[in-house]
């Protein structure tokens, strides 16, 4: 299937098991965020609507305004952190990296947690967007991160 040229019903009835759609601010402000920071692709996008897709993994991006008949934006809150207590993992993606990206990157982003190598055995951060959602870059530990202890 062809991202850039599918149809909205071609691409809705080829959705097969767990789907992960984000209700937004702004897809245009979103997507360049996710894609200058966390080198994401994006697909179809409009000011309503994208698709993204982070290594084979495909999701997709709502405008708020695309809702206006759905009961969810109701409980959307006016200001702050929409996600709080989700996390967006993206185990693929190196945090120092990440964090030197969302730097220099002209849209609001907090740095919620700078790169720490974590008992779990991964390195990693968390990056606000700025719709409040969590952004968690992380990579594996090496072994001579482990053997050393950090």
Known sequence: MNLETVSAEEFGR???????????????????????V??????????????VSYTDQLFQLHADHTYHSHPLPSLLPEN???GAGVEFRLYQTDP???????????????LLAP?????????????LCESGY???????????????GG
């Open 14 to 36: 080829s959705l097969c098991g767990l789907g992960l759609n984000v209700l937004v601010k702004s897809v245009p402000r979103t997507t360049d965020f996710l894609s200058a």
């Open 38 to 51: 966390f080198s994401m692709k994006v697909h179809r996008q409009s000011a309503d609507f994208a698709i």
């Open 80 to 82: 702050g952190a929409r």
């Open 96 to 110: 120092d990296n990440a964090v030197l990206r969302a730097d220099e990157h002209e849209h609001e982003s907090t």
């Open 115 to 127: 790169s720490t190598n974590k008992p779990h055995g991964l390195r990693e951060c968390v990056i």
């Open 134 to 148: 969590a952004w968690v870059a992380s990579r594996a530990l090496t072994d001579d991160e482990i053997t050393s």
